[in-house]
């Protein structure tokens, strides 16, 4: 089993930026790729960045420029710092976890965070 706690999120003027954090533990052999997610009101859950224990990345074309993803291997923790953020970037935020990269990109894993809310005014 693995644990994945969140921090940040909150509000913030549009342009501005937010950090958010994912500490995993538990089963951190598990953890290889670690993510993110995001589900605005009335909308599907939709991937926003990913990183492997080995520093890949994969972003949505809808943050790639604004948003970077890193991790500290030490820590198990997974770092989202978001810039440019814009009104439509307004969703609850999911860390996600998984020894397979296409797990946490589609989705299709077991291993969510609790969930922090995003909310950025215009």
């Known amino acids: 089993q693995v644990q994945l706690v969140e921090y940040g999120g909150g509000l913030v003027q549009a342009g501005g930026s937010l950090r958010l954090s994912c500490a995993a533990s538990?089963?951190?052999?598990?953890?290889?790729?670690m993510g993110w997610h995001r589900q605005a009101p009335g909308k599907q859950r939709e991937f926003v960045a990913l990183?492997?224990?080995?520093?890949?990345?994969n972003y949505a074309d809808s943050v790639k420029g604004r948003f970077t993803i890193s991790r500290d291997n030490a820590k198990n923790t997974a770092y989202l710092q978001m810039n440019s953020l814009k009104p439509e970037d307004t969703a609850v935020y999911y860390c996600a976890a998984d020894n397979r990269v296409s797990r946490v990109i589609a989705g299709t894993t077991n291993y969510w965070g609790q969930g922090t809310q995003v909310t950025v005014s215009s």
């Open positions: 538990g089963s951190i052999a598990s953890v290889f790729a």
């Open positions: 990183i492997t224990s080995s520093s890949s990345t």
